[in-house]
Nanobody, 125 residues
């Protein structure tokens, strides 16, 4: 059984930083493609960052240069370091994993099979 448990969300002021964590079980974060998505209030879910087993990454244009996705193989955990946060980054953030593994990255919701429950990030101006 696959479980993804996010943590690290909270409330920060604009310009601040947060690091989200996703503790995984039932998937290998160094093999399966892992990603972070977010869903702002009243909007759809959008891809933020993804990482494959070759170390390739993909980021949404809105977060390039500010967010970094990484893994800790020993802890089987995925991280999202978020710097220079802005009010438009306010959203529920979700960790996601696909089931097949391989060297590809995707920011499409439909490419992912497993989802965490989410962690809220609120950025005030």
């Amino acid at each position: 059984q696959v479980q993804l448990v996010e943590s690290g969300g909270g409330s920060v002021q604009a310009g601040g930083s947060l690091r989200l964590s996703c503790a995984a079980s039932g998937v290998d974060v160094s093999w399966n493609c892992m990603a972070w998505f977010r869903q702002p209030p009243g909007k759809g879910r959008e891809g933020v960052a993804a990482l494959d087993n070759a170390g390739d990454t993909s980021y949404a244009d809105s977060v390039k240069g500010r967010f970094t996705i990484s893994i800790d193989k020993g802890k089987n955990t995925v991280y999202l370091q978020m710097n220079n946060l802005a009010p438009e980054d306010t959203a529920m953030y979700y960790c996601a994993a696909e089931r097949y593994g391989g060297s590809w990255v995707s920011l499409y919701v439909d490419d992912y099979h497993y989802w965490g429950q989410g962690t809220q990030v609120t950025v005030s101006s």
